[in-house]
């Protein structure tokens, strides 16, 4: 019975996502204000400088870098692609894993122009603005691969797809809160997330705090877990992560925009027990 219920819980999230419209997600979320690279207080560029910080603070390295639940996003590899030589991009959706391939073959179609993201990131690393055409072809070359992924699954990747000892670190955004039924699927599925990573490897995690709702299209309104800080902290720890940092956003009134409910974000650095 219990069984039962989870699994019910599960497919109707898998429901809710068949509405996902990329170029809408990415207009709502990943354009100003949100994405203002003037602004010191807006979300991205918030959450690009915890990555680079986490990225280059000297303890997080290896091979492989995966990223869980991309989306049809970049800006969560683009100070990850300086410091791996493989990095894999997974999503749920076939339409965002299109919208992922169309960036990687560099065709006219892409529902948003990355530029501005990777010259920000270039700034942040001390390189002139004008080296974001180097970090695009840097990215281009190691990103080997764009993989289906169900974190609700013990294992959420095809068997064969990482090497047996496991990714040396995972980035996650927005993903585990925003595909979970309650807080006991979100933790079942970091515990998922994490066999896919090698002991001692790192977890960067970001995600929504107070979220019980957005919009993944016009009318699409996907249901997510509100989470605070105690919880996810205790989720990390229930699923064998020892947390190395926790911080947090909060949205100013304008980063409200109506297309959610979201009033902070989290940024967790990791490292599996
Ligand atoms: N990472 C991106 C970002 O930072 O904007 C996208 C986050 S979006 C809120 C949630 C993503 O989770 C969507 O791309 C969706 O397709 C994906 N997703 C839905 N169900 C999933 C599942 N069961 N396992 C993994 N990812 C899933």
Redesign the pocket.
């Given at each position: 019975m219990e069984e039962k219920g989870k699994e019910n819980g599960?497919a109707a999230?898998?429901a809710c996502?068949q509405g996902?419209d990329p170029a809408a997600?990415l207009q709502y979320?990943?354009t100003p204000p949100r994405a203002d690279f003037e602004r010191k207080d807006s979300i991205v560029p918030w959450k690009l400088a915890c990555l680079h910080r986490a990225f280059t603070e000297g303890d997080v390295g290896g091979e492989l870098l995966v990223?869980?639940?991309?989306?049809?996003?970049l800006?969560?590899v683009l100070s990850g692609c300086e410091v791996f030589n493989q990095v894999l991009l997974?999503?749920?959706?076939e339409v965002?894993r299109q919208e992922l391939r169309r960036w990687l073959r560099d065709e006219e179609e892409c529902n948003l122009d990355w530029t501005p993201y990777l010259q920000h990131v270039c700034k942040l690393e001390g390189r002139r603005p004008s080296a974001w055409t180097e970090k695009a072809a840097k990215l281009r070359q190691v990103i080997t691969d764009i993989l289906p992924?169900?974190?609700?699954r013990p294992q959420?990747l095809a068997p064969d797809a990482l090497p047996s000892a496991g990714a040396d670190c995972l980035v996650?955004?927005?993903?585990l809160e925003?595909?979970s039924p309650d807080l006991a699927a979100f933790t079942r599925?970091l515990g998922h997330i994490g066999r896919l990573l090698r002991t001692g490897g790192h977890l960067l995690l970001?995600g929504a705090l107070g979220e019980s709702y957005?919009f993944?299209g016009p009318g699409v309104k996907?249901p997510v877990v509100p989470l605070n800080e105690a919880q996810v902290c205790a989720s990390l720890k229930e699923s064998g992560f020892t947390l190395i940092r926790l911080e947090v956003y909060t949205l100013n009134q304008d980063m409200r925009v109506g297309v959610d409910d979201v009033t902070g974000v989290f940024f967790a650095k990791a490292r599996k027990d």
């Amino acid at each position: 019975m219990e069984e039962k219920g989870k699994e019910n819980g599960v497919a109707a999230m898998a429901a809710c996502y068949q509405g996902f419209d990329p170029a809408a997600y990415l207009q709502y979320n990943y354009t100003p204000p949100r994405a203002d690279f003037e602004r010191k207080d807006s979300i991205v560029p918030w959450k690009l400088a915890c990555l680079h910080r986490a990225f280059t603070e000297g303890d997080v390295g290896g091979e492989l870098l995966v990223d869980i639940g991309s989306g049809p996003t970049l800006y969560q590899v683009l100070s990850g692609c300086e410091v791996f030589n493989q990095v894999l991009l997974t999503d749920f959706l076939e339409v965002n894993r299109q919208e992922l391939r169309r960036w990687l073959r560099d065709e006219e179609e892409c529902n948003l122009d990355w530029t501005p993201y990777l010259q920000h990131v270039c700034k942040l690393e001390g390189r002139r603005p004008s080296a974001w055409t180097e970090k695009a072809a840097k990215l281009r070359q190691v990103i080997t691969d764009i993989l289906p992924i169900d974190v609700h699954r013990p294992q959420p990747l095809a068997p064969d797809a990482l090497p047996s000892a496991g990714a040396d670190c995972l980035v996650s955004c927005f993903c585990l809160e925003s595909v979970s039924p309650d807080l006991a699927a979100f933790t079942r599925a970091l515990g998922h997330i994490g066999r896919l990573l090698r002991t001692g490897g790192h977890l960067l995690l970001i995600g929504a705090l107070g979220e019980s709702y957005y919009f993944g299209g016009p009318g699409v309104k996907i249901p997510v877990v509100p989470l605070n800080e105690a919880q996810v902290c205790a989720s990390l720890k229930e699923s064998g992560f020892t947390l190395i940092r926790l911080e947090v956003y909060t949205l100013n009134q304008d980063m409200r925009v109506g297309v959610d409910d979201v009033t902070g974000v989290f940024f967790a650095k990791a490292r599996k027990d």
